[in-house]
């Protein structure tokens, strides 16, 4: 795992004083002082990269190097603590093990602040197994170490004020102002929590009427964009040394194996071919090479808008729509379950290069991002309509865990850690069919062994290689058995409560 590296150099740039959004780590490997004029900050980084070994060698060891960082400010400040509580000349894996040793006590907090939910609502405590003993879970964050942990820890403490029933004795504005103010550290840390909004003041409005809708909305609102505005502003702004001195090479050779010698804190020697970068690492895949055309391209080294445009890996429903409401140059491009006319899909593109001024080759995208934005939309407004008619706390808590798993599976980017944003919550959420998804999201993983033994080789008679057999090929079925799985428990759950007749529609759980 790669991505502690780009969070101990950000962590290091807060330090230092250096905005982390202003310079791609490319940019800081490139620099030279002796032969370009330098701006102080970035002069600042560069005296930190050569300061040790120590800390070139996490800089060349951050992923994606020629884009800027896309992790919110209060990650950020996460960061920051792991690399300010390290002793002064601490290796390369010190520092990674002080780093995880943060994220796991997030971790630990969500064990805690599940028992207290499932205690103080009447369910049975044993399901924070669920979470803490989750294989994914241990994976993800106390193996590797993802911070999205830090935000699922600030969801969780918001919810927590607003279910339970210690602070019902407190006036309302303050107890959804807090909870706001808690969403939006949680926005702060990772951005998915915005979708929570609706739902926090629905439930407000119903048990402490506008004025905890207000609170709540103008807390999470407000508190959340102003914790964002650093990193919106990066992306519209850049100091005018950003610009990297040469361009960035991205390989498009599959990932790299890791070896006993990528663990250890021996500098890697510079690309012989003199580029800013390097070859993707162990959790690298043929992404890069869409990154590689952002670097290229017009948005330079824009690391926010290159995920928003370009990021997609691990996805099924994504992938199906972008096929099918997108065109490749040639048929031979399609994949095999892109069914919907050649003229339709034409008919899309057309639409999309009128509308939005999208290429071709960008159509199925952009016109499956809107797709699943909507239907995202619809998901959000039918549980706030269940929240309406039913505002206990178990209800807002069934709610939120419904919107953030179908707003996984509906997403382009489906890492396996972000499955942790819905996973805390599924003791509450009716439809148990979304318990299939922890095991079956670890297939991912299967994708960069297919990339190392099958790079060249076509696999079991289809036209896939390595990595784009897994894309076309192994995400059904980690994806479609979950999907069945879930209809078959909506079913179930709808013929267990039809017998009674005043029994409310559950959302989309």
């Keep these: 795992e790669v991505d502690a590296y780009r969070y101990l150099w950000d962590g290091a740039a807060v330090v230092s004083g250096v905005d982390p959004y202003a310079y791609a780590p490319a940019r800081v490997l ?7 004029p330098l701006s102080e900050p970035l002069r600042r980084l560069v005296r930190l990269r050569d300061r040790g070994p120590v800390l070139r060698t996490i800089l ?15 990650s950020q400040a996460v960061f920051a603590l792991s690399v300010w509580a390290a002793p002064r000349g601490a290796s390369v894996r010190t520092r990674l093990l002080l780093l995880k040793a943060v994220i796991v006590l997030f971790d630990l907090g969500c064990v805690a602040l599940l028992w207290r939910l499932l205690d103080g609502l009447g369910v049975h405590p044993g399901w924070t197994v669920l979470w803490a003993w989750s294989p994914l879970v241990l994976k993800e964050f106390a193996g590797s170490s993802h911070h999205d942990v830090i935000a699922v820890f600030f969801v969780v403490c918001a919810l927590c004020v607003s279910c339970a029933e210690r602070f019902d004795r407190w006036n309302a504005v303050a107890r959804w102002t807090l909870a706001g103010t808690l969403l939006a550290l949680g926005i702060g840390a990772k951005v998915f929590p915005v979708v929570l909004i609706p739902l926090f003041a629905v439930a407000a409005w119903r048990r402490s009427g506008w004025r905890g809708t207000v609170a709540v909305t103008n807390a999470a609102g407000f508190v959340g964009a102003a914790l964002l505005l650093p990193m919106w502003a990066a992306s519209a702004w850049r100091p005018v040394d950003a610009q990297p001195a040469m361009e960035l090479v991205v390989s498009d050779a599959p ?10 804190d021996a500098v890697r020697p510079a690309p012989s071919d003199g580029a800013a970068g390097r070859a993707p690492g162990p959790a690298e895949d043929d992404a890069s090479r869409v990154a590689g055309r952002v670097a290229r391209g017009s948005w330079q080294d824009d690391g926010l808008w290159a995920f928003l445009r370009f990021w997609e890996i691990n996805d099924w429903a ?16 399609d994949a095999w379950y892109a069914v919907l006319p050649k003229s339709w899909r034409n008919r899309v593109a057309e639409r999309m290069a009128a509308w939005w001024a999208v290429p071709p080759g960008r159509s199925g995208f952009v016109a499956a991002r809107i797709v699943t934005a909507a239907l995202t939309g619809v998901i959000v407004l039918m549980c706030c309509c269940r929240l309406y008619r039913d505002p206990r706390a178990v209800t807002l808590l069934a709610a939120c865990g419904a919107t953030l798993a179908w707003f996984w599976f509906l997403s382009p980017t489906q890492n ?11 003791p509450f959420v009716p439809n148990r069919g979304w318990l299939s998804v922890a095991p079956l999201a670890l297939l991912y993983y299967l994708r960069f062994w297919l990339a190392y033994h099958f790079a ?10 390595g990595a784009e057999f897994f894309d076309h090929v192994v995400v059904w079925f980690e994806h479609v058995p979950v999907l069945a799985a879930v209809a078959l428990s909506a079913i179930a759950n709808r013929r267990r409560t039809s017998g009674s007749a005043s029994a409310p529609r559950e959302c989309p759980s």
């Design 318 to 333: 994504f992938r199906v729509l972008a096929e099918n409401l997108g065109t490749h140059a040639s048929p031979e491009e």
């Design 416 to 426: 396996p850690w972000y499955w942790s944003w819905a996973l805390i919550l599924l």
């Design 30 to 36: 490139a620099a030279d002082p002796a032969r370009e």
């Design 255 to 264: 990932p790299v194996p890791p070896s006993r010698a990528a663990a250890d």
């Design 456 to 465: 060249g080789q076509p696999l079991w008679g289809t036209p896939y290689r």
């Design 60 to 74: 060349q060891r951050v992923h994606f190097a020629h884009l800027r960082t896309i992790y919110p400010p209060v």
